[in-house]
């Protein structure tokens, strides 16, 4: 039997986390899409220095507030966090690995298995 998937509720969230490997969020990213063919926007980031993004009980709450803002109906989130929170191009030069997280460097953000051949 073929699992039936539910329609998605609009607007609706994402949410990524972010860090410099692969058990501290540093960073997490939510974006509104307001409907089926909608790009994410707004979308806004959050960063935490010091305590992970998932246990900062001030962002957490501005999250809270900005689903609450936009009538969020449905949020689709990561089950893990998917790669590091530097961007390239802003943080670091196009076309090469972020020297700041050295975890990422050969690993696949979203299995987290390492791709080194």
Avoid at 40 to 49: A, E, F, L, T
Avoid at 73 to 78: D, S, Y
């Amino acid at each position: 039997m073929r699992e039936q998937k539910s329609k998605p509720k609009y607007p609706l969230a994402t949410v990524a986390f972010y860090g410099p490997d692969n058990k501290t969020a540093s960073k997490v990213v939510v974006g509104i899409i307001a409907s089926e063919d909608a790009e994410s926007d707004p979308m806004r980031k959050w960063v935490s220095g010091e305590i992970d993004v998932r246990d900062n009980k001030q962002i957490q709450s501005e999250i809270g507030a900005f689903l609450k803002e936009h009538g969020v109906q449905q949020i689709v989130t990561t089950d893990r966090i998917i790669g590091c929170p530097h961007e390239e191009g802003s943080d670091y030069p196009v076309g090469t690995k972020c020297p700041f997280c050295p975890f990422w460097r050969n690993r696949n953000r979203f299995t987290h298995e390492n791709e080194e051949n």
